[in-house]
C-alpha cells in the first residue's frame, strides 16, 4: 500500500483527464434539456468502471435518471463496501459570472474550476481511481459495490424505491461516502451528522392581471408586497423560526457535545473574509459552526416577481413567487415540516391574496456513530496519510438519501469527504484543489486494508 504515492504520481495526467471527459458531460438532472447528457454519463460512468476493473457494470433504469451499478465480487465471505456518488450536477448559472466556461473544465493555481469539478463528479471519480490502484497492484481484500445516481441535485427522488427493489443487489457492510468536505486543506475531518431539508415553492396572487400602479397603487395589495412581510415573519429577532411546531422534534445537544464540537478550528476572520461580509448573523445562543451544524434553519433561495427587465414598466404584478428552503436536523421529519410550514404560510396570508404552496423536494438528516468500525477505520486511514487524526464534525449540508440508505437497506454510511468550503459548490466558479483530488485516492485504499482487517 505505500506504493499509492507513485502510482498517483505515475498516473495523475490520465486520471485528470478521464474526470475532465466526465466533467465535460453537462448532466444537468433539473432540467429536461439535459435528459440524453444524463445517459450519455451514465454509460461513460459504467464503461470506466468496466476499464477500471470491474466484474460487471450496468446502467439501470429507474422512474427517473439511471443509476449505474457496478461490483468487483472476490470472495462473498469477504467483507463488502458499496461506494455511492452521483454524476449529476447543479445548473450554472449565471453562465457570465463563471471566469470560464463551466462544462470546460480548466486548471488555474492548482485547481479545477468547473461545474462538477467537486460536487461531486471529482469526489467521486477518486474511488474509481482508488479501485483502479487496488486491483492492478492485486491489494483490494474485500468486496466492492458501486451506486451512482443521477439525481442527488433534485433530492433522489426515484433511488428510494430503486434500493428497495435492488435490496440483495446493493447489500453491503458499509456505505462509502465521498461528497462532503473537510475543515482544511491539512485538517481531516469525518462528516457525522447532516441536515435534512425541506425545499417548498410559494405563489402569491393578488389581481387576475397586472396592474397600473397609477391606477391602483395604494389601494390594492400588491403580491410582491405581501410575499415579502409574509417571508419576514417567518423569522422573529432572535433569529428564531415563527413556525408552530418546528422546534418540537430538534434535539438540544448537551453541554459536553458542544464543548466537543467547539475543538474544531474556525477563525471567524478568516469566515467573513472568504465571503466578503462585515458581520455574521444568525440565531441567538449559538455559534456560527452550531448554526449551521447541529441547528435548524429557514432562507430564501429565490424570489420573483413582476417586471425585472431593463428600463422601467410601472405595474402592480399579479403574481409573487419565492422558492424557500429548511435545513432540518436528525429527528426533525421533511413531510412533517413540510406541512407545519403550508399551514402557517397560508395563515399568515391576508384575504386580499391567495397563496399556493409547494413541496418540491426533502428528505431526512443523519448522525453517524463515530464507534462503529467504518468510523475507526476511516479515522486510521485519515491519520496514515496526513499525519493527524481527523476530527469528527456535524456538517450543514444535506444528502437526502443517506438516511434512507439505513431504513431501507439497513446499512450505516461513512462520509469521508475531501472538498473544501471554499471549492465553491453550487456557486459559479466550483473548483476542487488537484491536492485534495490526489489526496483522496491516496487515503481511500488505506480505508479499505483497515475496515478490512477490522471487520475479520
Known amino acids: 500500500m505505500n506504493d499509492v504515492k507513485k502510482y498517483i504520481d505515475e498516473n495523475k ?23 440524453d447528457d444524463m445517459y450519455k454519463a451514465a454509460d461513460w460512468i459504467k464503461n470506466k468502471l468496466l476499464a477500471d476493473g470491474a466484474g460487471h457494470a450496468e446502467v439501470m433504469e429507474t422512474e427517473g435518471h439511471p443509476v449505474v451499478y457496478g461490483e468487483k465480487i472476490l470472495d462473498p465471505l469477504w467483507p463488502t463496501v458499496l461506494v455511492y456518488g452521483h454524476y449529476d450536477v447543479q445548473p450554472a448559472e449565471p453562465f457570465d459570472l463563471w471566469d470560464s466556461p463551466p462544462f470546460e473544465p480548466e486548471v488555474r493555481n492548482g485547481k479545477i474550476y468547473a461545474r462538477g469539478a467537486n460536487d461531486d463528479k471529482g469526489q467521486m471519480y477518486m474511488h474509481f481511481k482508488a479501485f483502479e490502484y487496488l486491483l492492478k497492484t492485486n491489494q483490494l481484500t474485500c468486496n466492492v459495490k458501486f451506486m451512482i445516481e443521477g439525481e442527488e441535485e433534485i433530492g433522489s427522488p426515484s433511488l428510494g424505491k430503486f434500493c428497495d427493489e435492488n435490496k440483495e443487489k446493493l447489500k453491503a457492510d458499509v456505505i462509502l461516502v465521498s461528497d462532503t468536505s473537510m475543515l482544511g486543506p491539512k485538517i ?54 415563527n413556525i408552530p411546531g418546528f422546534y418540537d422534534d430538534v434535539e438540544e445537544l448537551s453541554k459536553e457535545e458542544r464543548e466537543e ?18 458581520e455574521v448573523n444568525g440565531e441567538e445562543g449559538y455559534s456560527t459552526m452550531e448554526r449551521t451544524g447541529i441547528r435548524p434553519s429557514l432562507d430564501v433561495n429565490g424570489i420573483w416577481g413582476g417586471y425585472t427587465e431593463k428600463g422601467a414598466k410601472t405595474i402592480l404584478p399579479s403574481k409573487a413567487y419565492a422558492k424557500i428552503s429548511m435545513r432540518l436536523v436528525p429527528h426533525q421529519e421533511s413531510k412533517k415540516i413540510e406541512q407545519l410550514f403550508k399551514k402557517h404560510f397560508e395563515a399568515i396570508a391576508p384575504k386580499s391574496v391567495k397563496v399556493k404552496v409547494e413541496f418540491l423536494h426533502g428528505g431526512e438528516g443523519y448522525v453517524s456513530p463515530t464507534n462503529t468500525v467504518a468510523y475507526q477505520a476511516a479515522s486510521k486511514a485519515y491519520e496514515t496519510t496526513y499525519g493527524i487524526k481527523p476530527i469528527p464534525v456535524r ?24 472538498g473544501l468550503d471554499s471549492d465553491a459548490i453550487h456557486s459559479p466558479n466550483e473548483n476542487y484543489a488537484l491536492e485534495q483530488f490526489y489526496k483522496g485516492i491516496e487515503t481511500i485504499p488505506w480505508f479499505y486494508k483497515y475496515f478490512t482487517e477490522m471487520s475479520r
Open 13 to 35: 495526467d490520465r486520471f485528470l483527464n478521464e474526470l475532465f471527459e466526465l466533467i465535460r458531460i453537462p448532466s444537468v438532472s433539473s432540467k429536461d434539456s439535459n435528459k
Open 188 to 241: 481531516p475531518s469525518i462528516t457525522t451528522g447532516l441536515r435534512g431539508l425541506a425545499y417548498m415553492e410559494v405563489e402569491v396572487t393578488g389581481p387576475s392581471h397586472d396592474l397600473h400602479s397609477g391606477l391602483y397603487g395604494g389601494a390594492v395589495d400588491n403580491p410582491v408586497n405581501v410575499l415579502c412581510d409574509m417571508i419576514s415573519s417567518l423569522r422573529d429577532d432572535k433569529n428564531k423560526i
Open 261 to 278: 464540537m467547539a475543538r474544531a478550528p474556525f477563525d471567524m476572520e478568516e469566515f467573513k473574509r472568504h465571503i466578503d461580509i462585515a
Open 395 to 418: 456538517s450543514g449540508g444535506s444528502i437526502p438519501i443517506i438516511s434512507l440508505f439505513e431504513k431501507i437497506l439497513g446499512t450505516k454510511s461513512i462520509l469521508m469527504g475531501f
